[in-house]
């Protein structure tokens, strides 16, 4: 199951949590057709949490590596291969906003190492 990237509760239920462009900015996407949105960084938010964080395996990446690990070492490199998928997390994060609102949201990997990063 993939993250939803999403806001699952509070203020801004509902709205997509995005990465704009210049792969440095992420925000809460207000309006589908307007530029209004919040954005997530150090002057935005008073505090964030890790409610939950899911680590599955890819079902694809241990399917890809357990066929060439099965191709070049046999049934030992198929389970080796197969073991070795590459983990996704998913996290519910709560977050506190310097205004006062709070959103809990669900996000994948990409954005809570972005959340981290302009948090901090």
Same mark, same amino acid.
């Given at each position: 199951?993939?993250?939803?990237?999403?806001? @699952? *509760?509070?203020?801004?239920? $509902?709205?997509?949590?995005?990465?704009?462009?210049?792969?440095?900015?992420?925000?809460? #996407?207000? /309006?589908?057709?307007?530029?209004?949105?919040?954005?997530?960084?150090?002057?935005?938010?008073?505090?964030?949490?890790?409610?939950?964080?899911?680590?599955?395996?890819?079902?694809?990446?241990? @399917? *890809?590596?357990?066929?060439? $690990?099965?191709?070049?070492?046999?049934?030992?490199?198929?389970?080796?291969?197969?073991? #070795?998928? /590459?983990?996704?997390?998913?996290?519910?994060?709560?977050?506190?906003?310097?205004?006062?609102?709070?959103?809990?949201?669900?996000?994948?990997?990409?954005?809570?190492?972005?959340?981290?990063?302009?948090?901090?």
């Amino acid at each position: 199951m993939a993250a939803k990237n999403l806001v @699952i *509760a509070g203020e801004y239920e $509902g709205k997509g949590i995005v990465i704009l462009k210049n792969k440095a900015t992420l925000v809460i #996407s207000m /309006k589908f057709l307007k530029a209004e949105k919040i954005e997530l960084n150090k002057n935005t938010v008073e505090s964030y949490e890790v409610i939950t964080d899911e680590h599955m395996k890819s079902a694809a990446s241990g @399917i *890809a590596r357990g066929i060439v $690990g099965g191709a070049l070492l046999g049934p030992v490199g198929l389970l080796a291969g197969g073991l #070795s998928a /590459k983990n996704k997390g998913i996290y519910t994060l709560a977050i506190q906003f310097k205004d006062g609102k709070q959103s809990l949201m669900e996000v994948d990997d990409k954005i809570y190492k972005n959340i981290v990063q302009n948090c901090f």
